[in-house]
C-alpha cells in the first residue's frame, strides 16, 4: 500500500485562499476540524478588504461593511485555531488512500483530507481592453483605483473636473472573449462611487454609459434614487475612446455616423475575472471549471473531484455579501461530509 512520508503534518481540511470566502469558512469549521489555510499573499483578507467605503453623509450599504465585521470577528488571529501559511502557493498534489498530498513552492508539504478552493478573483485588466485607452491616455481611470483611493484622500483630480463619464460591462458581458457573465457588481459599485463624487463635488456631471443595469440584491430603492438624482444614464456603448488636449473623447458609430463626445474623465467599471491563482490550483488539481475559467461547482460547493470544495468567487462573480455566505454554506457541507465519514468509521 502507497503510504505518504509519517512525518508529514495532517489536516482535515487545507483552505486554499484567505479573502473572505476562506476565512468565513475557516470561521465555521475551526471549531471542529483541524486545518490549514494557505494564502498566496504575505496579507490575508483578498480584494474585499481594499475597498473603500463610499458613505456620503449616510451609508450606501455598498457591502465593504460585511468584510470589516468579519476582520473583527477574526481579531488579530494570534488565538485562531487553524495555522496560516502566508506567501505561498501549491505547486502539486497527489492522492493516496483517500488523502491529498500537496506540495508547495518553498518545498513544504502537507496531508489533507478535504480542501477548499477559496482562490477567488482579480479585477479585469483593462488593458485587455486596448480601444478604451486605459495605460494610454491620461484621466482613464478603473472602477477599482477609485474604489482603492475613496477612503484616503479621494481621488484630488474629480476637484478640477465638470463632466464625467462611466463606461460599465468593461471585461464582462463578452460572449466572444469568454466573458460573457455579469460581474454582479459594477453597476452597483458605478452609482454609489456616483453618488460618493457627486456629494464631494456637486458641480459633477456624471454620465454613465450602459447596455444593461444591473441593480442586484437589496437597496434596489436607494440604487434607483442614486440612478434618478445623479447620473444620467445612456443606454449606448462607445466604440472606443480617443484622446484629444489631455481629455478623453467617446467615440461611438451608429448607421455609419460618427459622433465624439468630450470629457474630462472616464470611469473603466471593470467587473471580475477567475485570479491566475484559480486558473492553476484547477489545473493542479484537476477540476473542472466554466468556459470563463471559474471552478464547477455541482452543488453545495462539491467540484468534480471527491473532497474538494470550492467556495466565493472561485466559482463565480459575487458581492462580499454572498462570497461569505457562501464559504460558511461550504463549509457547513464540509462538516456534514466529515461527520458521515467519522460515523462511517467508528
Ligand atoms: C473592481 C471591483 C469592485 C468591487 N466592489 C465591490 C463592492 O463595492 N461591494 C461588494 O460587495 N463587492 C465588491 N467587489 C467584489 C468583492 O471584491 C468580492 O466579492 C470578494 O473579494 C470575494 O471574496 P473571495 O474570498 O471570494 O475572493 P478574493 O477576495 O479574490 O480572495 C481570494 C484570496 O485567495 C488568494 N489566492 C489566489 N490564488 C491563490 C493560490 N493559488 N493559493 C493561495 N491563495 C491564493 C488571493 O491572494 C486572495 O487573498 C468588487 C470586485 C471588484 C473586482
Ligand atoms: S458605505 Fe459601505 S463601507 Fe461605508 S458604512 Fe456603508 S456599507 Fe459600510
Ligand atoms: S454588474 Fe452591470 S456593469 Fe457589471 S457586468 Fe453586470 S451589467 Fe455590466
Redesign the pocket.
Known amino acids: 500500500m502507497n503510504r505518504f512520508p509519517s512525518s508529514l503534518p495532517i489536516y482535515d481540511i487545507a483552505i486554499?485562499?484567505?479573502?473572505?470566502?476562506?476565512?468565513?469558512a475557516a470561521q465555521i469549521l475551526s471549531p471542529f476540524l483541524k486545518g490549514v489555510v494557505?494564502?498566496?499573499?504575505k496579507?490575508?483578507?483578498?480584494?474585499?478588504?481594499?475597498?473603500g467605503c463610499?458613505a456620503t453623509d449616510r451609508c450606501l450599504y455598498?457591502?465593504?461593511c460585511?468584510?470589516i465585521q468579519l476582520r473583527r470577528d477574526l481579531g488579530d488571529f494570534s488565538s485562531f485555531p487553524f495555522e496560516f501559511i502566508l506567501g505561498?502557493?501549491?505547486v502539486s498534489m497527489s492522492e493516496r488512500n483517500e488523502n491529498y498530498h500537496l506540495s508547495f513552492k518553498n518545498g513544504r508539504s502537507l496531508i489533507a483530507h478535504s480542501i477548499l478552493i477559496?482562490?477567488?478573483?482579480?479585477?479585469?485588466d483593462a488593458r485587455q481592453v486596448p480601444q478604451y485607452g486605459y495605460g494610454s491616455f491620461p484621466h482613464v481611470y478603473?472602477?477599482?483605483e477609485v474604489?482603492r483611493n475613496l477612503n484616503s484622500e479621494g481621488i484630488k483630480a474629480f476637484h478640477s473636473y465638470q463632466k464625467i463619464a462611466f463606461i460599465q460591462c468593461v471585461g464582462s458581458r463578452n460572449f466572444k472573449e469568454k466573458r460573457g457573465y455579469c460581474?454582479?457588481?459594477?453597476c452597483?459599485?458605478a452609482l454609489?462611487i456616483s453618488e460618493d463624487l457627486a456629494f464631494q463635488y456637486p458641480h459633477l456631471q456624471i454620465d454613465m454609459y450602459y447596455m444593461d443595469l444591473q441593480l442586484l440584491g437589496g437597496k434596489k430603492e436607494l440604487l434607483a434614487e442614486i440612478s434618478k438624482n445623479r447620473v444620467r444614464l445612456i443606454r449606448h456603448m462607445p466604440y472606443r475612446v480617443e484622446s484629444s488636449n489631455g481629455k478623453p473623447i467617446l467615440v461611438f458609430e451608429d448607421d455609419q455616423k460618427v459622433t465624439r463626445v468630450e470629457y474630462d474623465a472616464v470611469i473603466l467599471?471593470?467587473?471580475?475575472t477567475p485570479?491566475?491563482?484559480?486558473k492553476?490550483?484547477a489545473n493542479i488539481l484537476r477540476v473542472n471549471i466554466d468556459d470563463a475559467g471559474f471552478i464547477k461547482d455541482y452543488g453545495d460547493g462539491t467540484t468534480s473531484q471527491e473532497n474538494i470544495f470550492v467556495?466565493?468567487?472561485?466559482s463565480g462573480?459575487?458581492?462580499?455579501?454572498?462570497?461569505?455566505s457562501?464559504?460558511k454554506r461550504v463549509a457547513q457541507q464540509i462538516l456534514s461530509v466529515h461527520r458521515k465519514l467519522q460515523q462511517v468509521t467508528s
Open positions: 486554499l485562499g484567505a479573502g473572505v470566502a476562506g476565512l468565513s494557505i494564502e498566496s499573499e496579507q490575508v483578507g483578498g480584494i474585499a478588504w481594499q475597498l463610499k455598498c457591502g465593504v460585511y468584510g505561498q502557493q501549491l477559496a482562490t477567488g478573483i482579480q479585477p479585469f478603473t472602477g477599482i474604489e460581474s454582479q457588481v459594477c452597483r459599485y454609489r467599471s471593470i467587473g471580475m485570479s491566475p491563482g484559480t492553476k490550483v467556495c466565493g468567487t472561485a462573480a459575487k458581492d462580499i455579501e454572498k462570497a461569505i457562501d464559504g
